[in-house]
């Protein structure tokens, strides 16, 4: 890969909070009467727009074999796969201010300044096992392929994932303008939900999970033996770490050590997001009580196992993510 002109690149820093707080007043007052007389169409209109913002991955990026492509839906670990993965590229010695020094974000505009830009290649010139990681929400089907790149799928039980969308959506990007549970569970069993469908995610890599290529995983198990994690990742990439390297990596990807480097993981949010710890919440499976009815819980589960259906996809929906299955 050749050096690219953004180099060298840095983070654009966030506006100072002398100038967001009175930006968030006059959003506030812009957006608060649409979103209470537009109640019902404000949640979609919302999903909507992240869909249409993050979801410009370039179809004319062609993946080499140095590119490990983290492919997660919305809110199903999607940074601590990377950071896993990130990991294992620099043999559990990757530092970094930020984990998108070193990780590319296409679905993001690269003006943002958020993420290192696809074609700077100073994260894979600084990895000792010459890999790079990439972020993406988009779902496998999505993306442009390669036979020499390497895709890791990611899902989560899809309860979870609402809970999380909506605790870090409030905290993060619409705070007072969030819509109420149930609205925004509308938008999510919905064609309009954020980042597509969840069940296209899952089926696109579940479809191809037996190609020498494609990593398929799960959250829950992943949560339940990290080690295995670990070990499962670092061989799909290539990589024999040795005893002390595979320590440091299971220790850098808990969840304690995230937490506690949370400034690491955590991105920018509207005037008034939290300073710290939005992304790296509870890191917890099976939980999603904490915030939906078992109604709720069921209508989640019968609206995706109907959508895998009818994408006839066979992923044992109830063994993994119904009641009575996956973790807890």
């Not at 950071?83 to 590319?104: N, S, T």
Request: overall charge positive; hydrophobic content about 45%; aromatic content about 12%.
């Amino acid at each position: 890969m050749s050096r690219s002109p953004y180099e060298p690149w840095r983070r654009r820093s966030p506006p100072p909070r002398w100038l967001m707080v009175p930006i968030g007043v006059l959003v506030v007052a812009a957006y608060w009467p649409v979103a209470r007389i537009f109640a019902r169409r404000w949640p979609r209109w919302v999903t909507r727009t992240l869909t249409r913002v993050l979801s410009r991955f370039p179809q004319d990026y062609v993946p080499t074999a140095h590119d490990v492509l983290i492919c997660s839906y919305y809110k199903s670990g999607t940074h601590w796969t990377m950071q896993i993965a990130v990991q294992i590229a620099h043999r559990g010695r990757a530092e970094f201010a930020h984990i998108h020094d070193l990780v590319a974000w296409p679905d993001m505009d690269v003006r943002a300044g958020y993420a290192i830009p696809l074609l700077n290649d100073e994260p894979l010139r600084s990895a000792q096992t010459g890999l790079r990681v990439v972020k993406t929400h988009l779902a496998l089907d999505a993306l442009p392929y390669s036979p020499a790149a390497r895709y890791i799928c990611v899902v989560r039980d899809p309860k979870d994932v609402f809970v999380s969308s909506y605790h870090f959506t409030r905290a993060m990007i619409l705070g007072p303008l969030m819509p109420t549970v149930d609205a925004w569970l509308g938008a999510y069993l919905s064609p309009d939900t954020a980042f597509g469908s969840w069940a296209r995610h899952l089926a696109s890599g579940w479809r191809v999970r037996s190609s020498g290529n494609v990593l398929f995983l799960t959250y829950e198990s992943m949560r339940a033996d990290l080690p295995a994690a670990v070990d499962k990742i670092a061989a799909f990439m290539g990589v024999t770490l040795e005893p002390d390297e595979r320590a440091a990596v299971i220790e850098r990807s808990t969840f304690a050590y995230m937490k506690q480097n949370s400034l690491k993981f955590d991105a920018p949010g509207a005037p008034w997001a939290k300073a710290t710890g939005a992304m790296m919440r509870r890191g917890q499976s099976g939980k999603s009580a904490e915030l939906i009815s078992p109604a709720q819980q069921r209508r989640i589960d019968d609206y995706w196992r109907a959508q895998l259906v009818s994408l006839d996809c066979d992923f044992p929906y109830d063994a993994e993510f119904g009641p009575g299955g996956g973790a807890s």
